[in-house]
């Protein structure tokens, strides 16, 4: 009997309002372009008088994307800019629920080899192209093939005609299929779970304009002028960028699921530090990645001009070890697991987090439908953590490079922390910042001993397996043993959660048996947006689906 999931757009997605599009009325003197980071307040719009439709929307995020090509970013930060200007099949609740996005409808065949999906007939990219299947084909075919530089290429290694890293050597016998102009087949290589697919294969596959990209070189996607101003087809169209600082977008009035309501949306780069003044005094409209510090927490909460949310997330904070072959400190797991008894990171909650959040086990917070519940974390105990070190020799002469990221100031925070209680052991800690950016580029170098870094970006119980598996772009680690990456792999293979379960269980007592990675916190999104808005579905932020075609200005 055949795996159904036929779930359709709720009222046809208010076909009315899509049909026409949406107008908005001028102002009586109309601005262009977008205010310069930190000018982006009331007095901006002067005298104007601005119509419900016309305004300003600013976005805050805490750190800034690397890059407009969505396949070649290095950071989830990326994806507060790919979710606004281009589009995916699916997306999914906080919960876990997937919802609708090109995808009207999905079914999977009979014998979990392939899933077949119906888009919207309605899509149009920016420049006015209808969306068809033979673009998801395009994506799918480019996005493996070797001489395009894909930073998610693994994402792509279920589907037929790849190898294990997502590379198809022949794009023809590529398990992607346009069956007609609206339909996608997609072919796996093995049994898969219907979860699997919805969960994590398609969180990374944005989809992008054959027409435009396809010029007959896939050498050239990467290279191409198309970054600088790109066409999707999501929500809002790209204006104009200034690296590190700001984004504009304009709402895209003929998009398929309706047209957002406000005219412009800026994503603008703000430290966490100025969160709390820019939502107070009008300069931010919504937070969207990063959290606002917990000094300001009870300020926030108690502002009659926002709506506080403590959201609980499914993404993880740990420390990394340098575990290249020209860095032999920390090969011995015993070294790792004395690093990991030494840190107390219940004080990192209690103290930095104020209790909103929880201690890491491994990479799955205990809310995950795939967390172990029999693990058991290696207790707080420097003495015992001394104790292993000395027996295997570790060179507490040694200063040791951790490498932090600017911006989250939880994690600024914590790294200040683990330096303490390594140096109660006699581990000495030298801690630089570099923002995101020069950082990854310095841990691929292999440049540092030890970092603090984040992941977490989709509910599928694989998602962290790319940090542990040999060669992967987001192995920083630079680790070659496979043994967690193997336990990881075979969990995915599984057909049924039961069978996935048993093998996702068995990879996360190996995490905690060896610890390749420390594994410190889940730390809950401390959001805010405006009560300017009636509602904005702030929970789902945490998948990357911001839905900012329903943030809806109040009257």
């Known amino acids: 009997m055949k795996k159904k999931n036929m779930i359709l757009l709720a009222g046809a997605l208010a076909a009315s309002m899509l049909i026409g599009g949406c107008s908005k009325e001028k102002t009586e003197s109309e601005t262009t372009g977008s205010p310069a980071q930190g000018e982006i307040s009331n007095e901006t719009q002067g005298t104007q008088i601005v119509e419900k439709g016309d305004e300003i929307v600013t976005m805050a995020i805490t750190a800034s994307w690397d890059t407009l090509n969505i396949y070649n970013t290095s950071g989830n930060y990326g994806n507060a800019v790919a979710d606004q200007m281009f589009e995916r099949l699916v997306t999914r609740t906080h919960d876990g629920e997937v919802l609708p996005r090109l995808a009207e409808s999905w079914e999977m ?43 998610y290429r693994s994402a792509f290694n279920m589907l037929a005609g790849t190898d294990d890293d997502g590379i198809a050597e022949d794009p023809e016998q590529l398990g992607a299929e346009a069956v007609d102009e609206y339909t996608v087949k997609f072919t796996f290589k093995t049994e898969k779970d219907p979860d699997s697919i919805l969960n994590a294969f398609l969180s990374f596959l944005y989809v992008l304009p054959q027409h435009i990209l396809d010029t007959g070189d896939y050498a050239s996607i990467n290279d191409s002028s198309f970054w600088t101003d790109p066409v999707g087809c999501g929500p809002f169209k790209y204006v104009k960028d200034t690296a590190g600082e700001t984004l504009e977008m304009e709402a895209f009035e003929d ?88 840190i107390n990171k219940q004080v990192m909650v209690d103290q930095l987090m104020l209790g909103e959040g929880q201690v890491a086990v491994g990479p799955m917070p205990k809310y995950h439908p795939y967390y172990n519940e029999k693990l058991v974390a290696n207790s707080y ?83 962290s397996s790319v940090i542990v598996k040999p060669h992967d772009a987001r192995n920083y680690s630079l680790l070659t043993e496979s043994k967690w990456f193997d336990l990881a792999n075979e969990g995915a293979s599984k057909v049924t959660k039961e069978e996935r379960k048993e093998w996702y269980d068995k990879y996360q007592e190996a995490l905690v048996a060896d610890q390749p990675y420390i594994w410190l916190y889940h730390q809950n999104n401390l959001w805010a947006y405006s009560k300017k808005f009636e509602e904005i ?9 911001f839905e900012s075609w329903k943030w809806k200005l109040a009257d």
């Open 109 to 151: 065949s009979g014998d979990n080899r392939s899933m077949t999906f119906k888009l919207a007939e309605n899509a149009l990219w920016h420049d006015g192209e209808k969306v068809t299947a033979d673009d998801i084909v395009f994506t799918c075919k480019a996005m493996t093939n070797i001489a395009v530089d894909n930073y």
């Open 537 to 545: 579905p702030i929970e789902d932020f945490v998948w990357f689906n």
């Open 381 to 463: 105990n420097p003495d015992k953590a001394k104790e292993m070190l000395e027996e295997v020799g570790f060179d507490f002469e040694k200063e040791y490079l951790m490498l932090v990221p600017k911006g989250n100031q939880v994690r600024e925070q914590s790294a200040l922390l683990i330096q303490q209680d390594l140096k109660k052991i006699g581990v000495n800690i030298k801690i630089e910042t570099y923002d995101f950016t020069t950082l990854l580029e310095m841990l691929r170098n292999g440049e540092e001993d030890l970092a603090l870094l984040g992941g977490g970006s989709n509910i599928d119980p694989n998602e």
């Open 255 to 342: 998009y398929y699921q309706g047209c957002p309501d406000f005219k412009t949306l800026v994503v603008r780069v703000v430290p966490a530090a100025n969160l709390t003044a820019g939502l107070l005094n009008g300069d931010i409209d919504v937070v969207g990645m990063g959290s606002i510090p917990l000094s300001d927490w009870e300020t926030i909460k108690n502002s009659d001009e926002v709506v506080a949310a403590s959201v609980e997330d499914y993404s993880y904070q740990y420390m990394q070890f340098n575990l290249s072959d020209e860095k032999p400190d920390f090969q011995d797991p015993k070294v790792r697991t004395a690093f990991d008894m030494a």
